[in-house]
Nanobody, 123 residues
Framework: QVQLVESGGGLVQAGGSLRLSCAASGRTFSSYCMGWFRQVPGKEREFVAA????????DYADSVKGRFTISRHNAKNTVYLQMNSLKPEDTAVYYC????????????????WGQGTQVTVPS
């Protein structure tokens, strides 16, 4: 069992930056691939980024490539999402998720989810 708690969301002007954090409970954090997803009302949850267990591999949605960076610190049981050059279309609730042994791009490939943190970029 893994419990995930996101933090770091907020209101930021277009072009600004935020860093999201996701703290995980339990001793097995390093055995999970981790992902970030986002969701706006009325739309499906959307893949943002994923990172492998040892940080050797990662993947990003085309819409965030070059602007967002996913990283993790296994000793701190934490995964991060650095978001730069934010745009109004990045406005969403951001969720972190813990999955299996492979990088997952779909929500159903992840087993555990946090409660989400709101990111708002006014237009």
């Amino acid at each position: 069992q893994v419990q995930l708690v996101e933090s770091g969301g907020g209101l930021v002007q277009a072009g600004g930056s935020l860093r999201l954090s996701c703290a995980a409970s339990g001793r097995t954090f390093s055995s999970y691939c981790m992902g970030w997803f986002r969701q706006v009302p009325g739309k499906e949850r959307e893949f943002v980024a994923a990172i492998s267990r040892n940080s050797g591999s990662n993947d990003y949605a085309d819409s965030v490539k070059g602007r967002f960076t996913i990283s993790r610190h296994n000793a701190k049981n934490t995964v991060y999402l650095q978001m730069n050059s934010l745009k109004p279309e990045d406005t969403a609730v951001y969720y972190c998720a813990a999955g299996g042994a492979f990088l997952g791009l779909k929500p159903d490939e992840y087993d555990y989810w946090g409660q989400g943190t709101q990111v708002t970029v006014p237009s």
